[in-house]
């Protein structure tokens, strides 16, 4: 029997050829250099000794005499590590309540049938319509009614269940063959054991990707704790670096350090999740 499949050196469909090769590592180059370049130059710039000028016509872009001093001067100058922590705690209420609330909801509504499950699928998406401006004074006034106001409790709650982490597991739910479900209903599986030992093995992708997309917005989110938190011993460290901001505009090398001390955590959230996190970009949730 024939088949009109060719194989890629015969120069079949699928074939890629050596111009359109040369092109997709042109484009992947340049989107990495427009990606890293900054962070380099960040790097750079905080590894840089007073002797150096930054601001020369000509910059240099690896430092002449590499040094760790502004490192330590941040640390020095404000209590970095206290502003970590406090980060820390942010991110790790904020990642349990995606983690919980999001893998609850999702599944109710892919796997569960009630009435307005529809309703709620509509009203989760109108959410992500709303920029979140919009609904940043009433957080306030409902944070501030609670008496969560300047603390750490109050900067995570409102980030506690994303809407678009309960789409996405929703999705991950949805990708599990049906039949799997049935089959657990009939062995008389109830519907916490079917989430247990059906769901959860099979959106483990799903989950690491919401765990670090929670991570990311709780650790970069400037605006939200600069609005709760008045006590600076509570400020998280987005909020607490922009001493470094006014107090040393003329010296951005401690910027930079600072930068950097803000973007370690995120490099090894990520290399410890990544696995997990393109297995679930790239399968959606389940496998086999």
């Not at 750079?44 to 690896?62: A, N, Q, R, V």
């Not at 499950?117 to 998406?125: D, E, H, P, Q, T």
């Not at 990707?209 to 600069?226: C, E, K, M, Q, R």
């Not at 997990?276 to 949730?285: I, L, Q, Y």
Request: aromatic share 10%.
């Amino acid at each position: 029997m024939g088949t009109h499949a060719r194989s890629p050196r015969g120069g079949g469909l699928n074939a890629t050829g050596p111009g359109e090769k040369a092109l997709r590592y042109v484009l992947l180059a340049l989107m990495l250099a427009l990606t890293v370049s900054p962070f380099l130059w960040q790097l750079s710039t905080s590894l840089k000794s007073l002797d150096e000028d930054i601001y020369s016509g000509t910059p240099s872009f690896l430092p002449e005499h590499p040094t760790l001093d502004n490192y330590a001067q941040v640390a020095e100058t404000i209590p970095v590590w206290s502003y970590a922590l406090n980060s820390l705690v942010v991110a790790a209420v904020v990642i349990a309540g995606n983690a919980v609330g999001a893998t609850l909801a999702g599944y109710a509504l892919a796997k569960l049938r009630f009435r307005g499950a529809k309703l709620l699928l509509g009203l989760f998406l109108a959410t992500l319509v709303l920029p979140g401006e919009v609904t940043i004074v009433s957080q306030y006034v409902t944070i501030r009614g609670l008496g969560l106001a300047d603390t750490l409790l109050g900067v995570a709650l409102p980030g506690a269940i994303g809407m678009l982490n309960v789409l996405l597991m929703r999705t991950a739910f949805m990708a599990i063959p049906a039949e799997m479900d049935e089959a657990a209903v009939i062995d008389g599986a109830t519907a916490w054991q079917r989430l247990l030992r059906i769901g959860l093995p099979n959106v483990r992708g799903m989950l690491s990707v919401i765990t670090i997309f929670a991570f990311i917005g709780a650790w970069d989110d400037f605006l939200w704790p600069l609005i709760v938190l008045s006590d600076p011993e509570n400020y998280t460290l987005t909020v607490g670096l922009q001493y470094l901001n006014g107090t040393f505009t003329a010296n951005p090398r401690l910027i930079a350090a600072g930068t950097m001390i803000s973007f370690v955590p995120i490099v090894i959230v990520f290399a410890a999740l990544q696995r997990f996190f393109f297995r679930g970009v790239e399968e959606g949730a389940i496998k086999g």
